[in-house]
C-alpha cells in the first residue's frame, strides 16, 4: 500500500485500481473510510470507467458492433504504476495497451493524482485519447464513508447536507432495474436526514449539485464532498431487504456519467451523459474531500 500524509491526515492508497482504502485522521484519531468488509461490499472507494452505472443488458454497440460490459466498467480492476510520489501527494498512471479491446476498442491512458492539502484530500483524474478518432467514455468516483465515525452514533444520527449548482437546475433521478429515469426538479432538496430506507430501491441520483456534507448531528465530525461542475452524483448504501437496514457506510459519488436510461438506444455515442473526447486531447476533472 501506498501511504502519503501530512500533519492532519494519512491516507492509504492501493495501486489496485488506484483505490484510496483508509483516511485516517491524526488530530481526532478518526478512520473516515469504510473498511472493505465483503460481507456487505468490498470495495472502498473505485474508480469507475469507461462506464458509469449499468448498461441496459449489460452492453452496448458502436459503430455496428456490441461489446459486452458489465456494471462500473474495468478500471477499478486493473493494477496502476506508479508514475511519482511525494510525502503528501501520488500519481498513479495506467495504459489500455489494447488489453481491452473485446470489451472497450479504444486505446487510452488514465492517470489519478491525489495530494493532501490540510485536512482535505483532492483527487485529479486524466483520461487521454491515443486513438485517431473520438473516444467516448464515462468516469466516476465511489468512495464509501464510514457511518457512524463514533462508538455511541447511529446511522439516524447523520444526515446529508446537499448544495445545488448556482448556475443550472438540480435534477433528481430515481433507479429502475438499474437504469435511470428522471423524478423531478431537485430545487428544494438541501438536507436528507440518513436511513436505511432511503436506498431500498438503490442509489439516490441528482444533477448539478455541487456539494455534499455528511455531518453528524451529536458531534462536529463528517466529510465535505465538493465536486463542483460535475453533472452528476450518486448517494449510495447496501440496502438489506430481509432486515431493513443499510450497511455502516455512506457513498458520496461525484460522476461524469451516469447509467442507460429505460430509454435508451444503446448506441454508445447516444449515451445519455456520455463524454466525447478528440483524439490526443486530454479529459481531466477534480474533486476534493474535506475531514473534520
Not at 492508497?13 to 481526532?28: D, L, Y
Not at 460481507?39 to 452505472?53: C, E, M, Q
Not at 510520489?85 to 489500455?96: A, I, K, L, P
Not at 449510495?236 to 455502516?248: D, I, L
Amino acid at each position: 500500500m501506498i501511504v502519503i500524509e501530512n500533519k492532519w491526515l494519512k491516507v492509504g492508497i492501493e495501486t489496485s485500481g488506484a483505490e484510496v482504502r483508509t483516511v485516517q485522521h491524526k488530530i481526532n484519531r478518526l478512520d473516515y473510510m469504510w473498511t472493505g468488509d465483503s460481507a456487505y461490499w468490498g470495495r472502498v472507494s473505485p474508480i469507475l470507467f469507461p462506464i458509469v452505472g449499468r448498461l441496459k443488458d449489460d452492453q452496448y454497440q458502436l459503430e455496428g458492433k456490441t461489446y459486452q460490459m458489465s456494471q462500473h466498467g474495468f478500471l477499478r480492476d486493473v493494477q496502476f504504476e506508479v508514475e511519482k510520489q511525494g510525502d503528501t501527494n501520488v500519481s498513479f498512471v495506467f495504459e489500455s495497451l489494447g488489453r481491452f479491446k473485446e470489451v472497450y476498442p479504444y486505446e487510452f491512458k488514465a492517470f489519478i493524482h491525489y495530494a493532501l492539502e490540510e485536512d482535505s484530500l483532492l483527487v485529479h483524474w486524466e483520461i487521454v485519447n491515443e486513438n485517431q478518432e473520438n473516444m467516448y467514455f464515462s468516469i466516476g468516483a465511489h468512495p464509501a464513508f464510514k457511518v457512524p465515525l463514533l462508538e455511541n452514533e447511529t446511522i439516524e444520527d447523520y444526515s446529508l447536507h446537499l448544495t445545488p449548482a448556482s448556475n443550472k437546475s438540480a435534477i433528481e433521478y430515481e433507479l429502475k432495474n438499474s437504469l435511470i429515469h428522471e423524478k423531478g426538479s431537485a430545487e428544494n432538496v438541501s438536507v436528507i436526514q440518513l436511513s436505511a430506507s432511503l436506498f431500498e430501491h438503490d442509489a439516490l441520483v441528482y444533477s448539478h449539485i455541487d456539494e455534499i456534507a455528511l455531518k453528524s448531528n451529536t458531534s462536529p465530525h463528517g466529510v465535505q464532498v465538493t465536486f463542483k461542475d460535475f453533472p452528476f452524483v450518486g448517494i449510495w448504501s447496501k440496502y438489506t431487504e430481509k432486515s431493513g437496514t443499510m450497511a455502516p457506510f455512506v457513498c458520496i459519488e461525484p460522476w461524469y456519467g451516469i447509467a442507460d436510461t429505460v430509454h435508451t438506444t444503446g448506441d454508445l455515442k447516444e449515451k445519455f451523459g456520455i463524454n466525447k473526447l478528440e483524439k490526443g486531447e486530454t479529459f481531466q476533472a477534480e474533486y476534493k474531500i474535506r475531514f473534520n
